[in-house]
C-alpha cells in the first residue's frame, strides 16, 4: 500500500506492505535512525515517535493504521527544544558511557511531555510517571530516565 505522511516537515510517500511496522518504515527508507528497535514488543519506549500528537510505540504500529496523511515526528525533528536538549543532556550526565539507544525515546517523551498543550495539568512529576509506563532504559533501567526527566522538567516553586 502506499501513504502519504509527513514526517517533521517533509512530505513524503511511502510504499510497503501493510502489516510493516512503523519503526521499520521510519529506519529505512525513511532513515529516521533516533528510532530504535528494542523489545520489539512496545515495551521499552526505544521507539517512540509522535503521530498526529500523540505518542506511539512505532514497532506496535502497522503502515495500514497510520491515518493518511498523518504528521511524524522523531527525535531529529525536537532535539532543538531546550527542555528536550536539557532531558537529554541530564541523561547523559549521569550515563556518559552507555548505548544511548532509550535516548531518542527519552527525547520524544521529553517533547511530548512539554509540548503547549500538554501543559499546566497534569503535575510535571505525575506526568511522568505516567509516560514511563512502557519506557526504559536497557542498560540501567527506568529510574535513570526518571531522574533525567525530573532533573530537567520540574519546577521547584
Ligand atoms: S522497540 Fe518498540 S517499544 Fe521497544
Ligand atoms: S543507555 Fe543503553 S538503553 Fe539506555
Redesign the pocket.
Same mark, same amino acid.
Given at each position: 500500500m502506499r501513504k502519504a505522511l509527513i514526517v517533521g516537515k517533509e512530505a513524503v510517500a511511502v510504499e510497503a506492505e501493510a502489516e510493516a511496522s512503523l519503526?521499520s518504515l521510519l529506519r529505512e527508507p525513511l532513515l529516521r535512525k533516533s528510532v530504535v528497535?528494542?523489545?520489539?514488543?512496545?515495551?521499552?519506549? $526505544? %521507539?517512540r515517535v509522535m503521530v498526529n500528537g500523540a505518542i506511539f510505540? $512505532? %514497532?506496535?504500529v502497522a503502515l495500514r493504521d497510520v491515518p493518511d496523511g498523518a504528521t511524524i515526528l522523531t527525535r531529529e525533528d525536537v532535539d532543538h527544544e531546550p527542555d528536550v536538549t536539557a532531558v537529554v543532556r541530564a541523561f547523559e550526565a549521569e550515563r556518559p558511557t552507555r548505548c544511548r539507544l532509550c535516548v531518542g525515546g527519552l527525547a520524544v517523551t521529553a517533547h511530548h511531555l512539554t509540548r503547549p498543550e500538554a501543559l499546566p495539568s497534569p503535575p510535571m512529576a505525575e506526568a511522568i510517571d505516567d509516560a514511563l509506563t512502557?519506557a526504559t532504559c536497557m542498560c540501567t533501567g527506568r529510574g535513570s530516565l526518571r531522574r533525567a526527566l525530573h532533573t530537567a522538567l520540574v519546577r521547584k516553586p
Open positions: 519503526l528497535r528494542g523489545c520489539a514488543n512496545g515495551e521499552c519506549g $526505544a %521507539c510505540a $512505532a %514497532c506496535k512502557h
